[in-house]
C-alpha cells in the first residue's frame, strides 16, 4: 500500500503541492488527472524520490520513501517508474533495453521474460532492432516493457501512451491493465486523456492548483461531476447559468445560485418543443453519431449574453445548418444533477 501524507512541495517561492493526501492499495490503478502545471509529473517524481519534499511522508507498506536527500540514486527494487522521456539506450536492441535490469546468469529465464514482454507490447519482430531506429511510439512500447521487466509491485507511469497511434493504443492500454491486475501491481498513471484509463481506473483523482479537488470512480465522477472544473477535465460539457435555468425550469430550487452543467448526450434534442430553443450552427460525424454546436435562435426571448454557449448536443442523426431546433431536459434530471455539487 502506498500512503502519502501531508505532502507539500514547491519550486523556489511557487507552490505545486499543497497539504496532499493520498492512498493506493495492492493491485489498485488510480488515474492521476489535472491541467498542465497542476503537480501530476511532480508527485510521481515525489513518490519515484527524484525530488525531495518540503513537507509531508510517503510511505510503502511501512517503510518510508526518501528523496535524494537520503538515496544517490531515486527509485526502490519494487517501484518502476516510465516517465516522459522513456530513458532508453539509443544503441543497443529492444531486446536489450527490455531485460536491461535482468540478471544474465539465468538466460532461459531471461529470454522467457523478455519474450513475454515483447509479446504484451506486440514488438516480437523488432527485437533485434537498435531503439534508435524505432518511432517515438515504438519506443514509447519498449519503455512500458521495460519498465515492467522486473515485476514491480509499484507502477508510476507518466502520460504512457501519449506517442502510440490510435489502432494500437486500444489494444495496448487492455493488455496493459489485464497485466497488472492478473500480477497485482499496484498503478498510478498520470494522463490528461481520459480515454487512458476511464474504462479501467478503480479511482480518479483530480488535481487543481496543487490540491485534490475531487476524487473517486470514474462512473462517479462523471456522472455526478461536482465542479465545471473537474467537469472538463472528461471532456465538453454545457454550462448552464442560474438566471436561464432558473427560466427554463421554474420549479427547479437552487439556493446557492449554481450553473447547471449537462454533458452532450444529456439532451434531448428535437425539432418541436423543449427547454431551449436554439438554432444549429455545426455538426460534426463522431462515427456512433453527430456532434451538434448550438447557438441561440434569432427569434429567441432570450439574448446571447444571458447565454454561455456554443452549447453542444449529441444526436443519432445529422441537422441541417442553420435550422431551429429545441433542447430540452427534465426537472429531475436537474434537481439530481445539483445535488452533488460542491
Not at 1 to 14: A, E, R, V
Not at 219 to 226: A, F, M, Q, S, V
Request: charged share 20%.
Amino acid at each position: 500500500m502506498l500512503q502519502i501524507k501531508d505532502l507539500t512541495f514547491s519550486y523556489g517561492t511557487h507552490a505545486v503541492l499543497e497539504g496532499l493526501h493520498l492512498t493506493i492499495k495492492e493491485g489498485q490503478l488510480v488515474a492521476l488527472t489535472g491541467l498542465s502545471g497542476s503537480g501530476k509529473s511532480t508527485l510521481l517524481k515525489l513518490i519515484y524520490g527524484s525530488l525531495a519534499p518540503n513537507n509531508g511522508q510517503l510511505f510503502w507498506k511501512k517503510e518510508a520513501l526518501l528523496g535524494p536527500d537520503f538515496n544517490l540514486l531515486p527509485g526502490a527494487p519494487f517501484m518502476r517508474y516510465l516517465a516522459q522521456d522513456f530513458d532508453l539506450m539509443p544503441y543497443t536492441s529492444v531486446a536489450e533495453n527490455i531485460s536491461q535490469h535482468l540478471s544474465v546468469f539465468e538466460p532461459e529465464a531471461l529470454a522467457a521474460r523478455c519474450g513475454e514482454l515483447l509479446r504484451l507490447i506486440d514488438m516480437e519482430a523488432f527485437a533485434k532492432v537498435p531503439v534508435k531506429k524505432l518511432s517515438g511510439g515504438q519506443q514509447q512500447r519498449v519503455a512500458l516493457a521495460k519498465v515492467l521487466a522486473k515485476a514491480p509491485q509499484l507502477l508510476l507511469l507518466d502520460e504512457p501512451f501519449s506517442h502510440i497511434d490510435p489502432p494500437l493504443k486500444s489494444s495496448l492500454r487492455n493488455q496493459l491493465y489485464q497485466y497488472l491486475k492478473k500480477y497485482k501491481i499496484a498503478c498510478l498513471l498520470a494522463s490528461h486523456h481520459p480515454e487512458d484509463y476511464m474504462g479501467h481506473a478503480h479511482e480518479i483523482v483530480c488535481l487543481q492548483e496543487g490540491k485534490i479537488a475531487a476524487k473517486g470512480t470514474p462512473e462517479g465522477l462523471y456522472n455526478k461531476p461536482p465542479s465545471i472544473s473537474v467537469a472538463k477535465l472528461f471532456g465538453t460539457i454545457n454550462k448552464l447559468p442560474f438566471k436561464l435555468s432558473q427560466k427554463l425550469l421554474p420549479g427547479l430550487k437552487n439556493a446557492d445560485k449554481k450553473p447547471l452543467l449537462i454533458w452532450p448526450h444529456e439532451w434531448e434534442i428535437d425539432a418541436g418543443q423543449g427547454n431551449l430553443a436554439v438554432r444549429v450552427s455545426g455538426c460534426f460525424f463522431r462515427g456512433g453519431g453527430y456532434e451538434i454546436e448550438l447557438s441561440t435562435a434569432k427569434h429567441s426571448k432570450l439574448s446571447e449574453r444571458t447565454l454561455s454557449g456554443p452549447w453542444y448536443a449529441y444526436s443519432k442523426k445529422a441537422w441541417p445548418l442553420g435550422s431551429q431546433v429545441y433542447l430540452y431536459i427534465s426537472l429531475e434530471f436537474a434537481k439530481e444533477r445539483l445535488s452533488h455539487y460542491k
